[in-house]
């Protein structure tokens, strides 16, 4: 879509620091990172929200190759956190589905 910030970062539009990418996800750092480690994993194809998908395979693959970058970069024994904040009371503000990843410090529970 050709205004979403996510797809201008897939197109290479927009710059990012990229953490992973195959055909069909793109992984990179968050520009506000709230952890020592914080990156979004996005689908390639453009999706609003979560509501707007039945793509089981697709929505797995963002939480398995999450887990995949934590086990190559060494914080996934220690642990992290996957959240994929939809729509208002979620706190979405980008509406190109995402997978936050967050680790490197003791996370707290429950979030605000
Ligand atoms: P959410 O609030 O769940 O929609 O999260 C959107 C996330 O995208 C926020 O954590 C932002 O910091 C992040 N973000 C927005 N623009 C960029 C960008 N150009 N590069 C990297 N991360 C971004």
Same mark, same amino acid.
């Given at each position: 879509?050709?205004?979403?910030?996510?797809?201008?970062?897939i197109n290479g539009?927009?710059?990012?620091?990229k *953490?992973?990418?195959d055909?069909?996800v793109?992984?990179f750092?968050?520009?506000?990172s709230?952890? &020592?480690?914080?990156f979004?994993v996005? &689908?390639k194809?453009h999706?609003?929200t979560l509501n707007?998908?039945e793509?089981?395979?697709l929505? !797995?693959?963002?939480?398995?190759?999450?887990?995949?970058?934590?086990?190559?970069k !060494?914080?996934?024994e220690? !642990?992290?956190? *996957? *959240?994929?904040?939809t729509n208002?009371d979620g706190?979405?503000?980008v509406?190109h *589905?995402h997978?936050?990843c967050l680790?490197g410090r003791q996370?707290g529970?429950p &979030? !605000?």
């Amino acid at each position: 879509m050709s205004d979403c910030i996510f797809c201008s970062i897939i197109n290479g539009d927009i710059p990012a620091e990229k *953490v992973y990418e195959d055909e069909e996800v793109f992984a990179f750092n968050d520009i506000a990172s709230q952890a &020592p480690y914080h990156f979004l994993v996005i &689908p390639k194809r453009h999706i609003s929200t979560l509501n707007d998908t039945e793509d089981e395979k697709l929505i !797995g693959k963002l939480s398995l190759t999450a887990s995949r970058i934590a086990k190559q970069k !060494g914080f996934a024994e220690d !642990g992290y956190r *996957v *959240v994929m904040n939809t729509n208002k009371d979620g706190a979405q503000t980008v509406f190109h *589905v995402h997978l936050h990843c967050l680790a490197g410090r003791q996370l707290g529970w429950p &979030p !605000g």
